[in-house]
Nanobody, 116 residues
């Protein structure tokens, strides 16, 4: 079955950086669009960044210029490099895999806390 396992979350000071990873298994990774979503307490889950099977990317306005999504199809992994982190970036970050024909899958989430 499809599994998405996130890692790399943690506590970081404002202005710091983190790199999230999402390792996928049980799927033909290159056929999926991959995304990172986040959910802060009391808020709805929102798209942070996405990368298509062809490598095209899109970002939420709030993270443009600070976050970079990338994928390594050989390692079945998608990354989210987060720089210049702000307290408002604090949330649980979820990995998502989406295919029109194969379905929609979520990881279990990883906590990112930005605080001094």
């Amino acid at each position: 079955q499809v599994q998405l396992v996130e890692s790399g979350g943690g506590l970081v000071q404002p202005g710091g950086s983190l790199r999230l990873s999402c390792a996928a298994s049980g799927m033909v990774f290159s056929r999926y669009a991959m995304g990172w979503y986040r959910q802060a307490p009391g808020k709805q889950r929102e798209l942070v960044a996405a990368i298509g099977s062809g490598g095209n990317t899109n970002y939420a306005d709030s993270v443009t210029g600070r976050f970079t999504i990338s994928r390594d199809n050989a390692k079945n992994t998608v990354f989210l490099q987060m720089n210049s982190l702000k307290p408002e970036d604090t949330a649980v970050y979820y990995c998502n895999a989406k295919s029109v024909f194969q379905g929609n899958y979520w990881g279990q989430g990883t906590q990112v806390t930005v605080s001094s």
